[in-house]
């Protein structure tokens, strides 16, 4: 009686014996997820919560994918979010698990399933992972349902190191954002601001479009460094939400953004006096019918004439938040101050998505490792070099009766000293005693 692990033709099985009762079930080739089977229904019997009545027959993966869309997903996640699951479910997964019971996908069919999407070349390999985090999130919510012992999918994703690598992040130069700001100055006047906005303070396009006046501090003047946005809205799929992050951040409010802030505030205040309203609308970019704006139009219609007219390469929008981080860390800033204002999660996105962007290359910093010392042997004549005679040297070198150690130490004046320790009751000395008693002058 208990639960026991059996391993048939390179594939794990899990045997059930419990008060006269036996059930079996086969948990695919991964001795680990078996071991962890048995773990979990070992603790479900020791609190009587283990079912061994005879399962029910479990639904399809297209039918079981509705209700998961339906009970967990709609009802505690962003739209965005949800529409990402949605069409992952519609393109990637039902069309290949959508009439296998969900009990009766294995960990192998999930591999085989991964290896094809790895191979082909027009996935990237983020593209990949999210397909899997859909495919894994909702089989664990079935493994919580009871349907299944365990989640395929789960601890899956190594493969995905072969899959083509993302894009790298596209941004203007600073010379192009000057070429671009000009040319939307002159052509779509009216969206200047937001599009100075998306490159002095990063703010992504959802952001920008749900930015309301209450959130911008301006600060007494622009040598006031109390200005600052407080992010704390987006607009996506139609509805306003909270940030990618879901939480509020601040980000410094750039002076040349600022001014052209206070004008359009000012324009905007002046243009409802006019038509005898005391407020002006609450969004700092509104459409002309004074709800949220298109990013769609703002893109196609605005956007893309703007670059054309400034002759730059088409670039998505989300490339001026690349940009603002671009110049902050060539002007010097961290990416601690970086991940700050662009409200990353971690650093650890901002190293992955901008660290290749940090200045490199700098040899002083190997060079600081190590101090500088004078090398204490002194430099070599050249060979066949010829030393001049001078009034300093005793004997010649390298000579028949000379000093055969062509050695420049040796050939300055003898010191005082030495020449007093050189006399032996009133006689020179041994030569070779002074010749070392002149070499340990060099040290003295």
């Known amino acids: 009686m208990g639960v026991k692990l059996r391993k048939k033709n390179g594939k794990w099985y899990v045997f059930i014996d419990w008060h006269g009762r036996r059930k079996a079930k086969c948990l695919g080739t991964s001795r680990q997820v078996a071991e962890e089977v048995k773990r979990k229904i070992e603790a479900k019997l020791a609190l009587g919560e283990f079912n061994m009545t005879p399962d029910k027959k479990a639904p399809s993966f297209e039918d079981y994918s509705e209700r998961w869309l339906k009970t967990h997903v709609r009802p505690h996640l962003k739209p965005s979010t949800i529409e990402s699951y949605q069409s992952i479910l519609e393109c990637r997964l039902r069309p290949r698990f959508g009439s296998v019971a969900v009990d009766r996908i294995t960990r192998d069919a999930v591999k085989d399933y991964l290896a094809e999407l790895v191979a082909g070349d027009e996935l990237s390999r983020n593209t990949v992972r999210n397909i899997l985090a859909t495919f894994r999130a909702m089989l664990g919510q079935a493994v919580e349902d009871g349907l299944i012992p365990a989640n395929p999918v789960q601890r899956l994703g190594r493969q995905t190191r072969g899959a083509r690598d993302p894009r790298r992040v596209e941004f203007l130069t600073a010379s192009e954002v000057e070429s671009f700001l000009r040319a939307a ?31 911008i501090q301006f600060g007494e003047s622009e040598e006031d460094s109390n200005r600052y946005t407080l992010v704390r809205h987006n607009f996506t799929c139609g509805q306003f939400t909270t940030p990618k992050s879901h939480k509020p951040r601040r980000v410094d409010l750039n002076w040349e953004l600022r001014q052209a802030l206070v004008e359009l505030r000012d324009r905007r205040m002046l243009e409802a006096f006019g038509r005898g309203e005391e407020k002006i609308p609450a969004l700092v970019f509104p459409s002309q019918t004074g709800g949220p704006l298109d990013s769609r139009n703002v893109y196609h219609r605005d956007f893309l004439p703007c670059l054309k007219a400034a002759g730059l390469r088409r670039v998505t929008f989300h490339a001026l938040r690349h940009t603002f981080a671009s110049l902050l860390i060539q002007a010097g800033a961290s990416l601690a101050y970086v991940k700050e204002q662009l409200g990353h999660s971690s650093i650890q996105v901002t190293v992955d998505t901008y660290g290749h962007l940090l200045p490199g290359g700098n040899i002083r910093y190997v060079d600081s490792l190590t101090s500088r010392r004078q090398n204490a042997t002194l430099a070599q004549p050249a060979v066949g070099g010829k030393i001049k005679d001078s009034l300093q040297v005793v004997e010649k070198s390298g000579r028949p009766g000379g000093i055969r150690t062509p050695d420049p130490r040796f050939r300055k004046p003898f010191h005082p000293i030495l020449l007093t320790r050189g006399m032996d009751d009133g006689k020179p000395c041994n030569p070779f005693r002074l010749m070392s008693l002149c070499y340990c002058a060099e040290f003295i």
Do not use: H, K, N, T
């Open 185 to 215: 100055e002159g052509l779509r006047p009216e969206r200047y601001p937001l599009f100075l906005a998306a490159v002095r303070a990063g703010l992504r396009q959802g952001e920008l479009i749900a930015l309301e006046w209450d959130d």
